[in-house]
């Protein structure tokens, strides 16, 4: 079955810096794929729609230039979190699909801490 | 906007009680409507979906939900819960013409005591 990829599944890094986090659908193209934002205790938030070959389409509130989001093939996307704060610092999911229509496959996210 | 409410943010059951976890959404349009699992430690997985046809959904590990339109309701139902149901749900809604954009609810948290 289709399988999305998520790397890396676990990143520490210091405030100040850059975290590039990787979605890859393995076994089938995604036009479009989209990053979700998930704080302890509550519920995945869209941030992102991703569109291959052009540019992001972000959710309100979600700073397009602190959120990177870059979709260069049909099979990947990157989600740059730059200058990273200790208030960025959730779990981060990317998911994709076939097609209009089809279910939607999760990569298996990115804690990211932030110290 | 379109929006997903999860009335129940903890419910704990003992094993073999049956489950109803509420679901409602708010758009009047054609909705697909779906409800994911995470299971502790793991990702997201898809449980059933509603795109069209027969209102009443099967799912995977003998889930099921229902979809009332006049309610903008798709309840989880599944009759008698086992120890591994453990996990977080996640309600989510498609709302016409926003291409894939998945809006989710807060989830609901169940726990089964043995």
């Known amino acids: 079955g289709a399988v999305v990829s998520q790397h890396p599944s676990w990143v520490i890094c210091k405030s100040g810096t850059s975290v590039k986090i990787e979605c890859r659908s393995l076994?089938?193209?995604?036009?479009?794929m989209f990053w979700y934002r998930q704080f302890p205790k509550q519920s995945l938030m869209l941030m992102a729609t991703s569109n291959e070959g052009s540019k992001a389409t972000y959710e309100q509130g979600v700073e397009k230039d602190k959120f990177l989001i870059n979709h260069a093939s049909l099979t990947l996307s990157t989600l740059t979190v730059t200058s990273a704060h200790p208030e960025d610092s959730s779990f981060y999911i990317c998911?994709?699909?076939?097609?209009?229509?089809?279910?939607?496959?999760f990569g298996n996210g990115t804690r990211l801490t932030v110290t | 906007a379109q929006s997903v409410s999860q009335h129940n943010h903890h419910v704990i059951l003992s094993e073999a009680a049956s489950l109803e976890l509420g679901c409602n959404y708010s758009y009047g349009g054609t909705v697909n409507l779906f409800w994911y699992v995470q299971y502790p430690g793991q990702h997201l997985q898809l449980l059933l979906k509603?795109?069209?046809?027969?209102?009443l959904v099967k799912g995977i590990k003998g889930f099921e939900a229902e979809f009332i339109k006049s309610k903008f309701s798709f309840n989880l139902r599944k009759p008698s819960v086992q120890w591994s149901d453990t996990a977080e749900y996640f309600c989510a809604v498609i709302g016409g013409g926003a291409t894939n954009k998945l809006i989710f609810g807060t989830g609901t948290l169940l726990a089964v005591q043995p």
């Open positions: 509603y795109f069209s046809g027969d209102p």
């Open positions: 998911s994709a699909n076939r097609g209009t229509n089809s279910p939607l496959h």
């Open positions: 076994d089938f193209q995604a036009t479009t």
